[in-house]
């Protein structure tokens, strides 16, 4: 079982609705969460991060984090081409101060 | 600000040859991590410095790599002799302050050994 789970995708979604994004966990312990945005041959950079169970939201987009289930999701309200990206889910184990550990990535895209 | 540079941003080299990656971070980040994707898996931690010192270095896959951060300004990250299976992209990232996973990556060092 891999650490951190994603379904790669793609995950098509038309113009100006709503895209899920899904990620889980095997560390019941952690207690940090993050999503990370790449466009092709970029940086990963950080969109979200979340520490706490519920919703957290910052502008179109909204984090939820489900410790029980161990479970975090990104929505992206009214989806724009420009959000065509693959989005990275990470986790921040309690065994380590340093590292994170990602995802495979989720590759989103956003169809006119 | 500049954001966090790296160099070269790609590199072509030999089984057998040696390469050296640098990393600049953001100016005043004390937390310097490299990490790195290779073909078709997950972006993996390598190793984390706070200022010149090693903080974590785990995920090294094994004494061909050598990091060193030298006066806790840019590190070097140096693969000898250099591998098939190294081939990749090397990305560094840092931050401020308390290591949270908040972090400001490069655009990476993409790494092929023929």
């Known amino acids: 079982q891999k650490e951190v789970e994603q379904n790669s995708g793609p995950l098509s979604v038309p113009e100006g609705a709503i895209a899920s994004l899904n990620c889980t966990y095997s560390?019941?312990?952690?207690?940090?969460f993050f999503w990370y945005r790449q466009y092709s041959g970029k940086s990963p950079e950080l969109i979200m991060s979340?520490?706490?169970?519920g919703d957290k939201e910052d502008g179109r987009f909204t984090a939820q984090l489900n410790k029980a289930s161990q479970y975090v999701s990104l929505l992206i309200r009214d989806s724009q081409p420009s959000d065509s990206a693959t989005y990275l889910c990470a986790v921040k184990p309690l065994s380590s101060a340093s590292k994170i550990i990602f995802g495979s990535g989720t590759r989103l895209s956003i169809r006119p | 600000e500049a954001g966090v540079t790296q160099f070269p941003s790609h590199s072509v080299i030999e089984k057998g040859q040696t390469v050296t990656l640098r990393c600049d971070p953001i100016?005043?980040?004390?937390?310097l991590y490299w990490y790195r994707r290779v073909m078709g898996k997950e972006i993996k931690f390598l190793l984390h410095?706070?200022?010149?010192?090693?903080?974590?270095e785990s995920g090294m896959p094994n004494n061909r790599f050598l990091a060193e951060r030298t006066g806790g300004t840019y590190s070097t990250l140096k693969v000898q002799p250099a591998e098939l299976e190294d081939s990749g992209v090397y990305f560094c990232?840092?931050?401020?302050?308390?290591?949270?996973?908040?972090?400001?990556f490069g655009e990476g060092s993409r790494l092929t050994v023929l």
């Open positions: 990232a840092s931050s401020q302050g308390r290591s949270t996973g908040e972090l400001f």
């Open positions: 560390d019941r312990g952690s207690q940090s």
């Open positions: 979340i520490y706490s169970n």
């Open positions: 410095f706070v200022k010149e010192s090693k903080q974590d």
């Open positions: 100016s005043g980040h004390d937390n």
